[in-house]
């Protein structure tokens, strides 16, 4: 069966310090992985998703990057975070191929800068 | 611009009574219709999927859609306080990305 994996669960950094947030699927090939964002009480925000490795489509510029170096591992980055970049992030995957059942979410990281 | 468009809540429901919730989605051309429970501080999780007109049961979960009228809802029979959370709609688009709403607040009452 498919699982997908996201660390940290929780992490406080500081303005402008850099972040890295990882995201990795088992169980299958070639996913269609996404990164959330969500404020707190708010909906879910696409920030980026990836429909292979080193393909990368951004929903919202800003300063986040994210990497897709293997095949069902997925990255999200920033050189240096602003404290609107706190949130709780999500990572997801979908299948590619065959019929579509949606996403399934990680368990997500929160974040706070402070 | 292709909108899921979700009543934000709270709904409050007595336990044991039905929840409806509700939600309606502007691209004609959706064909995959899902419902995601979130619990507080958790990440959402798929309850229910749908993908022709008409009813879907599991368990005490229903969902219904109607493409005509571009509405998709689920009830929640015999509601528990264990079903309060925020209750997602999301639907496809033509390239399978998934168009969510804001979500529902659903609060059952002991």
């Known amino acids: 069966s498919q699982t997908i994996h996201q660390w940290p669960a929780t992490l406080v950094q500081p303005v402008g310090s850099p972040l890295s947030l990882e995201c990795t699927v088992e169980?299958?090939?070639?996913?269609?992985l996404y990164w959330y964002r969500q404020a707190a009480g708010r909906g879910l925000q696409l920030l980026f998703y990836?429909?292979?490795?080193?393909?990368i489509s951004s929903e919202v510029p800003q300063n986040l990057s994210a990497s897709r170096p293997q095949d069902r591992q997925f990255i999200l980055s920033s050189k240096k975070l602003l404290l609107s970049d706190s949130g709780f992030y999500l990572c997801?995957?979908?299948?590619?191929?065959?019929?579509?059942?949606?996403?399934?979410f990680g368990s997500g990281t929160r974040l706070t800068v402070v | 611009q292709k909108e899921v468009e979700q009543n934000s809540g709270p709904l409050s429901v007595p336990e044991g009574a039905i929840a409806s919730l509700n939600c309606t989605y502007s691209?004609?051309?959706?064909?995959?219709f899902f419902w995601y429970r979130q619990y507080s501080g958790k990440s959402p999780e798929l309850i229910m999927s749908?993908?022709s007109n008409g009813d879907k049961e599991d368990g005490r979960f229903t969902a219904q859609l109607n493409k005509a009228s571009q509405y998709v809802s689920l009830l929640i029979r015999d509601s528990q306080p264990s079903d309060s959370a925020t209750y997602l709609c999301?639907?496809?688009?033509?390239?399978?990305?998934?168009?969510w709403g804001a979500g529902t607040k659903l609060i059952i009452k002991p």
């Open positions: 749908i993908y």
């Open positions: 999301a639907v496809s688009d033509s390239n399978y990305q998934l168009i």
């Open positions: 990836s429909v292979g490795i080193g393909q």
């Open positions: 997801a995957w979908s299948a590619s191929l065959g019929f579509f059942y949606g996403y399934t």
């Open positions: 169980g299958t090939s070639n996913p269609n």
């Open positions: 691209d004609r051309v959706s064909q995959s």
